[in-house]
């Protein structure tokens, strides 16, 4: 029932990576570096370390840190510079004891004393450390990158012989790390990426069980709970025949699982600073409007949104039209004409019912709050039949979504620029912007909202995250554009519709470097010469 990928072997490496496994090659590593009494440099974000040819070719197979390449200026002993992360340092002096490491002079002989320095250079030093050490442990190569949206991702072998099979994230219960992990749409770009480039998902949740951090005998006492999220596949039957395979308490979590998750399935892991406003320059990879078909640029052309807008705005007074509060939802009972406009209008989505004269509308809060508050076209009204003033409205929405004023006036905003504005959370993201109706054209903007004055839930506040959301979006071809909102000192929640006047949007537009492109652009380089 899940899209998991399995082993993907480079070539014919398998037999050789069976006759080497990787625990073998990690002793061989210990013993040398016992024996030589390795010792390694402490620098701010690494550990540097220096080897002889024998020991890199092991550090190599082991893959443990980078090589830095440096002139060898004696022949006869030859020695290779090493970059170590924290994570690969710690594990070498605290789990395999085959490293010293030296500070300002000073050889580390203690582990807490080491630990405490890993904790200064990097605050979710302990729980990242965990999770290398774990999958390590079960001789999983672990590595840190970046570029795939991840905080590490796992080999069952040397990189050279098979590709990585596990993107993973670490969670942790304080809330510190991945917090992207608790947001529909971050989810859905994590997912949707690592199921781009053929890789499972893999969450480790470090419990910490109340013993802190202060020195690393702290590490005995954390546990991991693994859990592999992938996307749902439709193609294949909701019931599994697996199922039999569980026991009952083993089969009604999945269950659960699933039935909360319509796009998910959640499964348990069985196996051994602020960014530059950029703009479309040509250092940069910029997307163009594509239109669908022959014809549909003229079309859009004829018909401009706001023309239909107005139509649309026209009818719903003139009929008095009135929606009704329906859970997370409003539903809007409209006649044959009406329900034309607010399909060239993109406003809603159709339902089907048996009546043929009236049809019905379901409106997300931003739309349905964007036809009463800015086009004053629509009433609203609770479940006893109750109108209610604008002010009540704003408090009904608020109550059903926390983040609504944030994402009203993000839409308000794209709106009365007469983009069409739909849900994004299939691509990871708030909101996906059309410059008409997408029948006609292909969204180009996908949009991230983010309260300017408070990073604590923003998304993109950390490197994993945005390179996840930008290699997602420019593998479907749209331009990640992120609204910043600030309130201006004005109260936090707004306690009415009219303190969106007062919050100001700065609009950036985040895209991936492309190192194909001159630094210098063609035309200035010409007007140079």
């Given at each position: 029932?899940?899209?998991?990928?399995g082993?993907?072997?480079?070539?014919?490496?398998?037999?050789?990576?069976?006759?080497?496994?990787?625990?073998?090659?990690?002793?061989?590593?210990q013993?040398?570096?016992?024996?030589?009494?390795?010792?390694?440099l402490?620098l701010?974000?690494g550990?540097?370390l220096?080897?002889?040819h024998q020991?890199?070719?092991l550090?190599?197979?082991?893959?443990f840190?980078?090589?830095?390449?440096?002139?060898?200026?004696?022949?006869?002993?030859?020695?290779?510079?090493?970059?170590?992360s924290?994570?690969?340092?710690?594990?070498?002096?605290h789990?395999?004891?085959?490293?010293?490491?030296?500070?300002?002079?000073?050889?580390?002989?203690?582990?807490?004393?080491?630990?405490?320095?890993?904790?200064?250079?990097?605050?979710?030093?302990?729980?990242?450390?965990?999770?290398?050490s774990?999958?390590r442990?079960?001789?999983?190569?672990?590595?840190s990158?970046?570029?795939?949206?991840?905080?590490?991702?796992?080999y069952?072998?040397?990189p050279s012989?098979?590709?990585?099979?596990?993107?993973?994230?670490?969670?942790?219960?304080?809330?510190?790390?991945?917090m992207?992990?608790?947001?529909w749409?971050?989810?859905?770009a994590t997912?949707?990426l690592?199921?781009?480039?053929?890789?499972?998902?893999?969450?480790?949740?470090?419990e910490?069980?109340?013993?802190g951090?202060?020195?690393?005998s702290?590490?005995?006492h954390?546990?991991?709970?693994?859990?592999?999220?992938?996307?749902w596949?439709?193609?294949?039957?909701?019931?599994?025949?697996?199922f039999?395979?569980?026991?009952?308490?083993?089969?009604?979590?999945?269950?659960?699982d699933?039935?909360?998750?319509?796009?998910?399935?959640?499964?348990k892991?069985?196996?051994h600073?602020?960014?530059?406003?950029?703009?479309?320059?040509?250092?940069?990879?910029?997307?163009?409007?594509?239109?669908?078909?022959?014809g549909?640029?003229?079309?859009?052309q004829?018909?401009?949104?706001?023309?239909?807008i107005?139509?649309l705005?026209?009818?719903?007074v003139?009929?008095?039209?009135?929606?009704l509060f329906?859970?997370?939802?409003?539903?809007?009972?409209?006649?044959i004409?009406?329900?034309?406009l607010?399909n060239?209008?993109?406003?809603g989505?159709?339902i089907?019912?048996?009546n043929?004269?009236a049809?019905?509308?379901?409106?997300?809060?931003?739309?349905s709050f964007?036809?009463?508050?800015?086009l004053?076209c629509?009433?609203?009204v609770?479940?006893?039949?109750?109108?209610?003033?604008s002010?009540?409205?704003?408090?009904?929405?608020?109550?059903?979504?926390?983040?609504?004023?944030?994402?009203?006036?993000?839409?308000?905003?794209?709106?009365?620029?007469?983009?069409v504005?739909?849900?994004?959370?299939?691509?990871?993201?708030?909101?996906?912007?059309?410059?008409?109706?997408?029948?006609?054209?292909?969204?180009?903007?996908?949009?991230?909202v983010?309260?300017?004055?408070?990073d604590?839930?923003?998304?993109?506040?950390?490197?994993?995250?945005?390179?996840?959301?930008?290699?997602?979006?420019?593998?479907?071809?749209?331009?990640?554009?992120?609204l910043?909102?600030?309130?201006?000192?004005?109260?936090?929640?707004a306690?009415?519709?009219?303190?969106?006047?007062?919050?100001?949007?700065?609009e950036?537009?985040?895209t991936?470097?492309?190192?194909?492109r001159?630094?210098?652009?063609k035309?200035?380089?010409?007007?140079?010469?």
């Amino acid at each position: 029932m899940m899209v998991v990928f399995g082993t993907r072997w480079k070539n014919i490496s398998e037999d050789f990576a069976l006759a080497n496994p990787i625990s073998k090659i990690v002793s061989e590593l210990q013993a040398s570096l016992v024996q030589t009494k390795a010792c390694g440099l402490l620098l701010n974000h690494g550990v540097l370390l220096e080897v002889g040819h024998q020991q890199a070719n092991l550090l190599n197979q082991a893959f443990f840190g980078c090589r830095i390449v440096t002139a060898i200026k004696d022949k006869d002993k030859q020695q290779y510079q090493y970059e170590l992360s924290l994570e690969e340092a710690f594990y070498m002096c605290h789990s395999l004891k085959c490293l010293e490491l030296v500070w300002e002079d000073k050889c580390l002989k203690s582990n807490d004393e080491l630990w405490e320095l890993m904790k200064s250079k990097r605050k979710l030093f302990p729980v990242l450390y965990k999770a290398y050490s774990h999958l390590r442990a079960k001789n999983w190569v672990v590595r840190s990158e970046i570029k795939y949206g991840a905080d590490f991702v796992a080999y069952r072998h040397h990189p050279s012989l098979v590709h990585s099979e596990y993107a993973v994230l670490v969670s942790a219960g304080d809330g510190d790390i991945n917090m992207r992990l608790t947001m529909w749409p971050s989810l859905h770009a994590t997912v949707r990426l690592e199921d781009g480039v053929a890789k499972t998902l893999l969450v480790l949740h470090i419990e910490t069980n109340d013993y802190g951090s202060t020195s690393s005998s702290c590490l005995e006492h954390y546990t991991v709970e693994e859990q592999i999220i992938a996307r749902w596949n439709p193609e294949q039957c909701h019931e599994d025949h697996t199922f039999a395979m569980l026991n009952d308490e083993d089969s009604c979590d999945l269950i659960h699982d699933a039935q909360s998750s319509p796009h998910y399935n959640f499964n348990k892991f069985s196996m051994h600073q602020k960014l530059a406003v950029t703009s479309s320059s040509l250092q940069m990879v910029g997307l163009n409007t594509r239109w669908k078909g022959k014809g549909s640029k003229a079309m859009a052309q004829k018909h401009p949104m706001s023309e239909l807008i107005n139509l649309l705005q026209s009818s719903l007074v003139q009929s008095k039209a009135c929606g009704l509060f329906a859970g997370f939802a409003i539903v809007l009972e409209v006649g044959i004409e009406q329900a034309d406009l607010l399909n060239r209008a993109c406003f809603g989505c159709p339902i089907l019912s048996t009546n043929e004269d009236a049809q019905w509308f379901e409106l997300s809060l931003e739309e349905s709050f964007y036809l009463h508050h800015s086009l004053n076209c629509l009433e609203l009204v609770s479940k006893n039949s109750c109108v209610k003033d604008s002010d009540g409205i704003w408090e009904l929405m608020k109550s059903k979504k926390e983040s609504f004023p944030l994402s009203y006036k993000a839409y308000s905003h794209l709106r009365a620029k007469n983009w069409v504005v739909r849900s994004g959370i299939r691509y990871g993201v708030d909101f996906v912007a059309y410059c008409h109706h997408p029948s006609l054209v292909h969204s180009e903007y996908a949009v991230v909202v983010v309260d300017k004055d408070d990073d604590s839930k923003a998304r993109l506040r950390d490197w994993p995250d945005l390179h996840a959301t930008v290699r997602l979006e420019g593998g479907v071809a749209k331009t990640l554009l992120v609204l910043h909102i600030k309130k201006n000192s004005y109260p936090d929640p707004a306690v009415s519709s009219s303190s969106l006047n007062q919050y100001t949007i700065e609009e950036q537009i985040v895209t991936r470097w492309n190192p194909e492109r001159c630094r210098e652009s063609k035309n200035s380089v010409e007007k140079g010469s």
